[in-house]
């Protein structure tokens, strides 16, 4: 599993060497870039990995690999979480690939009958995962149910912050931005943001670079909708003596807007 931090990587899909793509594909090495997870063999994959699943299992997957690459990971999470039931999240969770961690997110996220507390346990893991896609995975798994629940997933997520691991404070600001990325948006924090302060005021002068990019592109998001919060906010984090990582964040929370009077 330390291979792809080992090797730089492809950063366009024509260019992976064949055998590297291949490997990818059967699940034999670590993605060590976005575009080396995008472009293996789902299909493949899934074959080498679980080479029994049923013929209903195989032909549903059929369908998903022609989907664009979320829907694929949430199509095959689902479909191997009612071939596999709860055991195969474990199966898939222990895994070498990347990818197949990641259909352990999406399963977790296809469970039915957890209440947050209990899905947001059972991501924990691979939200600390050593791989970025896989991390990036997770909190893209859960988002639907957090949004759901919004009031109940700030409250555990503020917990989050306080985590030794950069890896989990991160995951806290990622998983609640209110616009993301390859997600859907989150009317209520677009429109209401400051309820997301007890996850982003603890995160305020975070000394690792993961998390503060996070809280910034969180604020940036934020500042799409509800530009003057922003700029208060940072304002507010600004006066005083404020950290360099603070002043970073805010900087890099308002690149978007106009020159304002702070």
Not at 159 to 173: D, H
Not at 228 to 247: H, I, K
């Given at each position: 599993?330390s ?20 490997a990818?594909?059967?699940?034999q090495?670590?993605s ?26 195989l ?5 998903v ?52 507390a209990?899905r ?30 919004l ?15 950069e ?42 670079v ?53």
């Amino acid at each position: 599993m330390s291979q792809s931090a080992s090797r730089k990587g492809a950063t366009r899909a024509a260019d992976i060497p064949a055998d590297i793509l291949a490997a990818l594909s059967r699940g034999q090495l670590q993605s060590a870039t976005l575009a080396e997870g995008l472009a293996l063999d789902q299909a493949v994959l899934l074959h080498n990995v679980f080479p029994k699943l049923s013929p209903q299992a195989l032909k549903a997957a059929e369908d998903v690999y022609r989907l664009g690459i979320l829907k694929r990971m949430e199509g095959l999470g689902a479909i191997l979480l009612g071939e596999l039931g709860a055991a195969g999240i474990a199966q898939c969770q222990s895994h070498g690939s990347d990818t197949v961690r990641g259909w352990a997110c999406f399963m977790i996220g296809a469970q039915h009958g957890l209440d947050l507390a209990a899905r947001l346990a059972a991501i924990r893991p691979l939200a600390d995962d050593a791989h970025f896609g896989v991390r990036e995975w997770a909190w893209m798994a859960v988002r639907p149910h957090l949004g759901k629940d919004l009031d109940g997933a700030i409250a555990h997520l503020t917990a989050w912050t306080a985590s030794p691991s950069e890896r989990l404070r991160r995951f806290a600001s990622e998983a609640l931005r209110p616009r993301g990325v390859w997600c859907t948006h989150i009317a209520a924090l677009k429109q209401r943001p400051e309820q997301a302060l007890p996850i982003l005021s603890p995160l305020q002068a975070d000394p690792t670079v993961y998390v503060q990019d996070s809280v910034a592109n969180w604020l940036n998001d934020a500042a799409k909708d509800q530009s003057e919060w922003v700029r208060g906010l940072c304002r507010q984090w600004l006066q005083g003596d404020p950290s360099a990582a603070t002043r970073r964040i805010c900087q890099r929370a308002m690149r978007n807007l106009a020159t304002s009077n702070m």
